[in-house]
């Protein structure tokens, strides 16, 4: 997220509702009314779909700074679940409010409109590698784009955004270990 745009959300939340969650804590779920956005202050919020076989589909890893589920802005009702991934803060305004501002300032309006650019762009991104049918052509896509694989105990994170299953990808990374050692 650019600069502008970051300090522009924090001088809008200023003084907002704060929320802390517990890693796990759910913030909102899905068909839920929309009345507040969010935006974090602290740790990581996942916004997640479910699969009808019940895998779970991160959508958006939202970040300090970062909106959680932007577009909700512009809908009646949630589309997703959001959940802490990390003991966090998350700041609330009423979305009336975050509207308002919208329509009172061009520059903050269209620095939004970048900022919702760019989630399309991720989200089109992230449909490109799950379209791919090899674990390893998604991970080869994923960190052909600057990723990096986090310590061990967070490869399930990596798992959910390749949209595989965390054993697949736990036996990918064993096979190129194998590889490189061979």
Same mark, same amino acid.
């Given at each position: ?17 704060? /929320?802390? *969650? !517990? $890693?796990? #804590?759910?913030?909102?779920?899905? @068909? &839920? ?63 009336? /409010?975050? *509207? !308002? $501002?919208? #329509?009172?300032?061009?520059?903050? @309006? &269209? ?69 490189? #050692?061979?």
């Amino acid at each position: 997220m650019i600069a502008i745009m970051s300090q522009g959300l924090e001088t809008l939340f200023t003084g907002s509702r704060s /929320v802390q *969650l !517990s $890693a796990g #804590a759910v913030l909102f779920r899905s @068909a &839920a009314p929309v009345s507040e956005m969010f935006m974090v202050n602290a740790g990581q919020v996942h916004l997640c779909r479910h699969t009808v076989h019940g895998a779970e589909l991160v959508l958006q890893r939202a970040m300090p700074g970062m909106i959680v589920a932007e577009a909700s802005a512009y809908s009646d009702r949630y589309h997703c679940d959001a959940t802490a991934a990390t003991d966090c803060v998350v700041l609330a305004l009423p979305k009336p /409010v975050f *509207l !308002s $501002a919208l #329509a009172a300032d061009a520059g903050f @309006a &269209a620095s939004w409109a970048a900022t919702l650019a760019r989630g399309v762009q991720a989200a089109r991104f992230r449909s490109e590698i799950r379209s791919l049918p090899k674990v390893a052509d998604r991970l080869d896509a994923w960190l052909g784009e600057g990723n990096h694989l986090p310590q061990k105990g967070h490869w399930q994170d990596v798992a959910n955004e390749l949209g595989v299953a965390r054993e697949a990808l736990y036996r990918e990374l064993a096979r190129r270990r194998n590889e490189r #050692a061979g």
